[in-house]
């Protein structure tokens, strides 16, 4: 696998447009081709090696290329969107919309990853080892076409409305959430390792959330079903004790929403209606 | 000012004078068109091999106003997909199914359109949609104010007080400078502020002793004594609902007696108002009536509504229709209630051809068009964006012209969609004559406007030149070709100014917002001003600020009538 180097060669100070940043751009194209793309900085549209300082070469196809991105990246958005296949690693933090619309491959980040990640996913995988922003995995805004398939997996913690109108696939966030995760949820499986802020699988129809933290209360439009000593997502057994939820009744949903009883002894009350 | 400008050996259609493809030059001075121009400061336009017509007129495309504004903010993931970047001569904006205003009007002009009819205007947000009329470039454009569901014109007319209810419109128009009479399920927005819906034009509306007929008739009476250019606008009853042809014909036939000879009614968005059956399962085509019907009438004049296969917008002032539509597609909904004036709605929806619903609405619309024999009665419309976005024209005029573009449609349907309609076995094709009125001569007729729409000298010069030569081309065979000459006009000259070249906006001209001012005798006045009082009961805004001055608008065009009254 060939590898591509980009390193800022400054700092930004305005959002930067950097669609070009993918393997399927970037592969099969030399190096001076590869400095002549056009990315748009502010409202200005300038060249990539303005920007970058850009090493290595890629491969003759996407699947072997690989593009290692070095450095603070977070004012750069839409890095390998719509990407099919190949490699990507932030060494750094990545700004908004990393992976959009990402139809296959794999995205790594050493940092941070901003807003929006792996909105309108289609296929793929997305490692974080720090946090993530909001809307992960979610619709673009006002759409109702979340993200149909593949991993997203968050090993920090992840900002509001995670898996907005989430049709499938698999995202797992192993530190704390804010509010509103999985709402408009229609499918696919969210697993959420930490604590929740609340309001959570607001207006799901469909899919399964699994919350092994705490959070402060089940919207009052989710029924309860039953208790289920383990559970089952994205391939592991979990086990321990979980109240399941039904909902969102105020959108005639079916979702699936599991809580652990250990840590919210403050929804005790809703075992009397089992 | 401008300079002249003559277009020479162009094929010119000029319905309206009855020039049918023959080569001529046109020469145009002051915006204007004149005899000839002589001199040395003179543009010349070659146009050999190319269609000359006058530019087009749009009857009903919802292009301003609360609602549309509402629609836009509604759709962020509709505007993102058609981002129009700044030229040297353009703004940037947004499109599809709600462009920004810039974009609406850089659009029609490179289709070659210059007039646009802004439909369903709720008087109390006239002022906002003045403001949007003035940001929209180039294109002259006229509002439609919703008069059909006001409670002064229900009062009014529950107790038969016509010249009063005349004084109420005529001051109305004037005080939202306003077009025409607007109508949307008359009776029925009243009754959804109650959370129902009229059935038939003879069912009554709560709390005023009124029928949807009646207040038809009503209005139908008012627009004749007060000499308005256009006839009534509209909208019917029950409209999107199975068997509501009928209802459509009622409607065109109440107004019969009132005609004299002239045109009496304008059903807009007809195809949405031509469904045969008893529920969604058993809805067929109903086109074929209402076509025997306009064929032997000579008071009515329709527009298409046609349907296009893409995810749009669909908005109207029909509150309670939108409502269903909600219903039946769990879209996102805006619903809005205008004091004592009328309602609106706004759900976004996608036509598909595999739906059979879908597709047998596709065909309706042409039907309509092919099954009416004189194109003076019906014209190109999609009822923007109900139907699908304005700038798919060129898509329902190659559908017009030739079969084989049809046909192609057809195949993705299925079959079962086909059996409903008789457009399958409909050989007819448009000529670019019978184009030429559906898409400019007939609607700029049925709008009364004079200087528009036709070539003649006096004219205001709007014109549009198509790289087409139907001496070489074969609508009918190259379908394609027709497409593409009518979405990007060679030139678009608007009031003697070059505004597009090859498809490209490369000039600006001031688009003028055309009103009408009628005139009424002072004891009618007197009548308005007693009407304050009640004002203040009913409105949150006083009577003397209603009215908005002729000075907001960007570029007024005041057309003074007298009245009867």
Do not use: Q, W
């Given at each position: 696998m060939e590898i591509i180097i980009l390193k800022p060669k400054r700092e930004f100070k305005v959002p930067i447009f950097a669609e070009c940043i993918t393997p399927d751009i970037l592969a099969g194209k030399t190096l001076s081709e590869i400095e002549k793309l056009p990315v748009i900085e502010g409202g200005k549209e300038t060249n990539l090696c303005e920007l970058f300082q850009i090493e290595g070469k890629t491969g003759s196809s996407p699947n072997d290329t690989k593009i290692k991105l070095v450095g603070d990246f977070s004012k750069v958005r839409c890095i390998g969107s719509e990407m099919t296949d190949g490699e990507i690693i932030v060494e750094g933090n990545a700004g908004l919309r990393l992976g959009e619309k990402m139809r296959g491959g794999r995205i790594t980040v050493h940092g941070n990853a901003g807003s929006w990640l792996g909105t309108m996913m289609v296929n793929g995988e997305i490692e974080v080892f720090g946090d993530a922003g909001h809307y992960i995995g979610s619709s673009y805004r006002g759409a109702r076409e979340g993200m149909r398939s593949g991993t997203i997996k968050v090993h920090g913690s992840a900002g509001s409305e995670i898996g907005n109108f989430m049709r499938g696939g698999t995202i797992i966030i192993d530190g704390c959430v804010d509010i509103f995760a999985g709402i408009h949820m229609q499918g696919g499986e969210i697993l959420i390792r930490g604590d929740s802020a609340g309001r959570i699988g607001a207006f799901m129809r469909g899919g399964k959330i699994v919350l092994c933290g705490y959070t402060p209360s089940v919207l009052p439009s989710f029924t309860i079903e039953e208790l289920r000593p383990k559970v089952k997502i994205a391939g592991e057994r979990i086990e321990e004790t979980f109240y399941l939820f039904i909902g969102d009744h105020a959108d005639e949903g079916n979702g699936k929403l599991f809580i652990s009883k250990d840590r919210n002894p403050h929804l005790k009350h809703y075992e009397r209606f089992l | 000012m401008s300079k002249a400008l003559l277009i020479k050996n162009g094929i010119v259609y000029d319905p309206l004078n009855g020039i049918d493809g023959e080569r001529m030059d046109i020469a145009v001075k002051n915006g204007v068109i004149v005899e000839d121009v002589s001199g040395k400061d003179i543009e010349v336009i070659d146009a050999s091999g190319m269609i000359v017509m006058p530019g087009g007129v749009d009857i009903h495309a919802h292009i301003a106003g609360s609602e549309v504004d509402a629609g836009r903010l509604l759709r962020p993931e509709d505007h993102i997909k058609d981002v129009e970047p700044k030229t040297p001569y353009t703004r940037s904006g947004v499109g599809y199914s709600v462009p920004s205003t810039w974009t609406t009007g850089y659009r029609y002009v490179r289709m070659g359109y210059t007039t646009v009819m802004n439909p369903s205007m709720p008087p109390l947000e006239a002022r906002h949609t003045h403001e949007e009329l003035n940001d929209t470039p180039i294109i002259d454009k006229a509002t439609y104010p919703l008069l059909g569901d006001s409670w002064f014109v229900l009062e009014f007319l529950s107790r038969d007080m016509i010249e009063e209810c005349a004084a109420f419109v005529a001051w109305m128009i004037k005080a939202t400078k306003g077009y025409a009479i607007k109508l949307v399920n008359p009776g029925g927005l009243e009754t959804w502020g109650f959370g129902g819906n009229v059935e038939s034009i003879d069912d009554q509306v709560p709390y005023f002793n009124i029928t949807p007929r009646e207040i038809i008739r009503g209005l139908c009476k008012v627009n004749k004594l007060l000499n308005l250019p256009h006839t009534i606008h509209v909208h019917t009853n029950n409209l999107g609902k199975p068997g509501n042809y009928l209802t459509a014909i009622r409607t065109m036939d109440c107004v019969k007696d009132l005609a004299d000879g002239e045109r009496a009614i304008h059903v807009t968005h007809c195809q949405f108002s031509s469904f045969k059956g008893v529920d969604w399962a058993?809805?067929?085509?109903?086109?074929?009536?209402?076509?025997?019907?306009?064929?032997?009438?000579?008071h009515v004049t329709i527009d298409m509504g046609q349907v296009i296969f893409t995810d749009t917008t669909t908005m109207t002032a029909d509150g309670p229709f939108q409502y269903g539509l909600h219903l039946l597609t769990g879209n996102k909904w805006v619903n809005h209630d205008v004091e004592t004036?009328?309602?609106?709605?706004?759900?976004?929806?996608?036509?598909r051809p595999k739906s059979i619903v879908h597709a047998v609405q596709w065909c309706i619309g042409l039907e309509l068009a092919l099954l009416i024999k004189e194109p003076w009665k019906v014209f190109v419309s999609t009822d923007h964006p109900n139907g699908g976005p304005f700038f798919k024209y060129p898509d329902v005029i190659s559908w017009l012209m030739s079969e084989k573009a049809r046909k192609t449609v057809m195949k993705k349907m299925r079959k079962a969609a086909l059996k409903r309609t008789t457009l399958p076995s409909i050989d007819r094709e448009y000529t670019f004559?019978?184009?030429?009125?559906?898409?400019?001569?007939?609607?700029?007729?049925?709008?009364?406007?004079?200087?528009?729409?036709?070539?003649?000298?006096?004219a205001i010069a709007d014109i549009a030149i198509y790289a087409i030569n139907p001496e070489n081309v074969n609508p009918s065979r190259d379908y394609k070709l027709i497409r593409n000459a009518f979405s990007r006009a060679a030139y678009t000259i608007k009031s003697g100014e070059i505004v597009v070249k090859d498809g490209k906006v490369v000039g600006y001209a001031q688009g003028k917002t055309y009103w009408v001012d009628v005139e009424i005798s002072d004891e009618a006045m007197e009548t308005i001003k007693m009407l304050g009082e009640v004002f203040k009961q009913y409105y949150t805004v006083e009577f003397e600020n209603y009215p908005i001055p002729e000075d907001y608008l960007a570029a007024s065009h005041r057309i003074p009538r007298k009245s009867g009254i």
């Open positions: - | 058993t809805m067929e085509s109903g086109a074929d009536a209402i076509a025997r019907y306009v064929n032997m009438h000579d004036e009328t309602s609106s709605g706004i759900v976004p929806f996608r036509y004559y019978e184009v030429a009125i559906a898409t400019r001569a007939g609607p700029a007729k049925a709008l009364g406007l004079e200087n528009k729409g036709h070539l003649g000298v006096g």
